[in-house]
């Protein structure tokens, strides 16, 4: 049985704890609302490049265009949905300090 799969998961998370390890530093200097935004900015950019390299064409790309939109969106939205439900259930001690 390979280690890769759990390997690839490794690394995914180590990416993910690391871009919010930076967004929260810069977000204690610039403010969350900016890197909020610098965050959503990024990802659109890099989802569109991606895209464009990952395409056997201009021509696929742009067949592809609306249904890779919604397949992100869509994405976005289950984890979006998912972390703030995490963020409700756990309120009290990740937002609220007393």
């Given at each position: 049985?390979?280690?890769?799969?759990?390997?690839?998961?490794?690394?995914?998370?180590t990416?993910?704890e690391?871009i919010?390890?930076?967004?929260?530093?810069?977000a204690?200097?610039?403010?969350l609302g900016v890197?909020?935004?610098?965050?959503?900015q990024?990802a659109?950019?890099f989802?569109a490049?991606?895209l464009?390299v990952?395409s056997?064409?201009?021509?696929?790309l742009?067949?592809?265009?609306?249904q890779?939109?919604?397949d992100f969106?869509?994405?976005y939205?289950r984890?979006?949905a998912t972390?703030?439900?995490?963020?409700?259930?756990n309120?009290?001690a990740?937002i609220?300090?007393?």
């Amino acid at each position: 049985m390979s280690d890769k799969p759990q390997k690839d998961e490794e690394i995914f998370w180590t990416a993910v704890e690391d871009i919010i390890a930076l967004a929260n530093e810069r977000a204690e200097q610039e403010g969350l609302g900016v890197v909020n935004g610098a965050l959503q900015q990024a990802a659109a950019h890099f989802n569109a490049f991606y895209l464009a390299v990952s395409s056997e064409s201009r021509e696929d790309l742009i067949e592809d265009k609306d249904q890779v939109i919604q397949d992100f969106c869509a994405s976005y939205k289950r984890t979006l949905a998912t972390s703030l439900e995490d963020y409700i259930e756990n309120y009290d001690a990740q937002i609220k300090s007393d």
